[in-house]
């Protein structure tokens, strides 16, 4: 049997269809690097949502067709994109202004852990060798108004990424609103991770032996189907 056959939940496009359906129309959207790049390829109907990329690109679209791209224009993870009409152009120290001024509306950012109270690691793991700093993703949590985050809800070696309390260095604390994963999306609230709706096959319990920390269900769980 093929892993594909076995495995339940959301697929990273998924996911990243899932984020762009919470996004407000007309907001403002910085996506980071790796899975978050993905949702750059949906806008629900009827909306217009204007995607950021902090080295200097505002109306970024989805990657392009292979062998169709342009190789100076990428995003901030060295990956080819689209402009979309009316996108713009300008120095990265004008992108950071918007980051710092508190001109974006929201971000989606991946994720190393989670923690329960909404503090976020997702550029070090700490170990020798590790990334020495923690780049442009320190701006985008303390500027930016809401931070999502979207993550396959265990690491490759099934260790939760959801935790009581974060093991490696903080990009922010506190900044954390939502997490996207692919077994379920969950709110950072009072008393901790609060699921608000269930990927295709998963139960509540599924996901809760798979967190690090107390998983409350929401109000009413919606179940995609």
Same mark, same amino acid.
Request: proline share 4%; net charge negative; charged share 20%.
């Given at each position: 049997?093929?892993? /594909?056959a076995d495995r339940i939940g959301w697929s990273r496009e998924e996911m990243a269809r899932r984020v762009a359906q919470d996004i407000p /129309?007309?907001?403002?959207?910085?996506l980071g690097?790796?899975?978050?790049?993905l949702v750059a390829r949906f806008v629900p109907d009827g909306r217009e949502l204007i995607y950021h990329t902090e080295n200097g690109l505002l109306g970024m679209g989805p990657s392009p067709a292979e062998g169709a791209g342009d190789p100076e224009l990428i995003n901030a993870g060295k990956r080819q994109v689209t402009a979309n009409a009316g996108a713009s152009f300008f120095h990265q120290s004008d992108s950071f202004a918007m980051i710092r001024g508190g001109h974006l509306d929201l971000c989606v950012l991946g994720a190393l852990q989670v923690a329960q109270n909404g503090d976020l690691a997702n550029w070090s793991t700490g170990e020798e060798g590790a990334i020495p700093a923690v780049g442009g993703a320190m701006d985008l949590v303390a500027g930016v108004k809401a931070i999502y985050v979207i993550t396959q809800h265990c690491t490759k070696r099934g260790e939760p990424k959801l935790v009581g309390s974060c093991a490696y260095p903080l990009t922010g604390a506190g900044v954390v609103d939502r997490?996207?994963?692919d077994l379920a999306?969950?709110?950072?609230?009072a008393g901790g991770f609060r699921v608000s709706e269930l990927a295709p096959g998963v139960s509540f319990e599924y996901v809760r032996e798979?967190?690090?920390a107390a998983l409350l269900p929401g109000d009413a769980i919606a179940v995609s189907s």
């Open positions: 049997m093929s892993a /594909d /129309d007309g907001s403002y959207v910085n690097i790796g899975i978050p790049e997490v996207y994963t999306v969950i709110d950072v609230a798979r967190t690090g």
